[in-house]
């Protein structure tokens, strides 16, 4: 199994700066693509960014230029690194992780694994 544990969530001002990450421990694979998405009260998840193995990155245009991925694979993590945020960014932060890659990475029903979320808030 899969364990994914993410962290670094809270509240943060409109306009600041927050940076998430997401730790993947037990089973080991040779190569994932690690993915984030948010969900916010009463609306879908929805993609948010991912990550190839080989660090091909992805954005969602909602935060293309504000937010950036990266992963550091000697620590199996996965970071967010979210700038002038909008309170419309407001949600539960998730991670999610699929072994191998994968050739679109942006839909919830592609990755297996997902950890349990963290909450960010950005307040106006």
């Known amino acids: 199994q899969v364990q994914l544990v993410e962290s670094g969530g809270g509240l943060v001002q409109a306009g600041g700066s927050l940076r998430i990450s997401c730790a993947a421990s037990?089973?080991?694979?040779?190569?994932?693509?690690m993915g984030w998405f948010r969900q916010a009260p009463g609306k879908e998840r929805e993609f948010v960014a991912r990550?190839?193995?080989?660090?091909?990155?992805y954005y969602a245009d909602s935060v293309k230029g504000r937010f950036t991925i990266s992963r550091d694979n000697a620590k199996n993590t996965v970071y967010l690194q979210m700038n002038s945020l909008k309170p419309e960014d407001t949600a539960v932060y998730y991670c999610?992780?699929?072994?191998?890659?994968?050739?679109?990475?942006?839909?919830?029903?592609?990755?297996?694994?997902w950890g349990q979320g963290t909450q960010v808030t950005v307040s106006s």
């Open positions: 037990g089973r080991t694979f040779s190569s994932y693509t």
């Open positions: 990550i190839r193995w080989s660090d091909g990155t």
């Open positions: 999610a992780l699929q072994p191998g890659t994968i050739t679109r990475g942006i839909g919830v029903r592609e990755y297996d694994y």
